[in-house]
Structure formats: C-alpha cells, structure tokens
C-alpha cells in the first residue's frame, strides 16, 4: 500500500511538470536453461507508457541477424546496448540505424548498409 501511495505521489508531480515524464523501467533478471525474449527477439522493449527489459544467465548465442555469412552474437547476459536503445526510444524517438523512411511508397523501410558501427541502436554492433 505504501507503494503505490508512492508512485501515485510521483505520477501526481511529474504530471503537474509538463517538461518532465515519468517513464517506469521494468528490470527481469533470470536464470533458465534457455534464452527469454520480449516479443521473441527482444532483450528491451520501449512499450506505449514502460520499458521492460530482461538479462539472461546465458552469456554469447547466435541471434537471428548475420553479417558476412556469420551470425551475430547477442550477450544475453549484458542487456546495456538493447536497454540504451530502449530508452532512447521511448524518450527521444530515436530509431535503429537500419530504418529509413521511403518516400515512393510512404512508409518505413530497412537500409542495412547503416547499421555498422558501435551504436546502442545499431542491431550488427557487439557494442
């Protein structure tokens, strides 16, 4: 009961600020005998109003993504790079270094040739 009268004490002020928002970071850690996902590929999630985020036990596993021929390693254990973009997401409205807008037909498209380098939002970086 005191949490919630605590979170609605932050709600309250945070809203009564309109150049402040309240986002709430949801942290999972767990340990399992297999890999768990948000949305069956994702380590962070940027939600309409939260970010959930989830650490595994698991250290280095092939990720759906291949670069040259070899699959792109994901570090379960380490969610920072997933957790950054998330965050940025949801906040700035940053999007993956790999979506670009496409004029002809109005909508997003994926330009991989962008998604090099070391960036929080890049999905082909270790970072």
């Not at 590929?41 to 940027?46: M, V």
């Not at 993504?65 to 997933?82: A, D, E, F, M, Y």
């Not at 973009?85 to 949801?90: C, D, H, I, P, R």
């Amino acid at each position: 009961r005191d949490y919630l009268t605590t979170v609605d004490a932050i709600e309250h002020h945070y809203s009564a600020n309109s150049h402040e928002r309240y986002v709430p970071i949801f942290f999972f850690s767990v340990d399992m005998d297999y890999p768990l996902y948000i949305d069956k590929y994702y380590q962070a999630k940027a939600l309409s109003d939260m970010i959930v985020i989830v650490q595994n036990s698991q250290g280095l596993v092939n990720s759906k993504i291949t670069c040259n021929g070899r699959s792109v390693k994901t570090n379960l254990h380490n969610p920072i790079k997933q957790s950054i973009g998330a965050v940025g997401l949801e906040v700035g409205g940053l999007i993956s270094t790999h979506i670009t807008y496409d004029n002809a037909n109005h909508n997003a498209a994926q330009n991989w040739l962008w998604s090099v380098g070391d960036s929080p939002l890049s999905h082909t970086s270790y970072g």
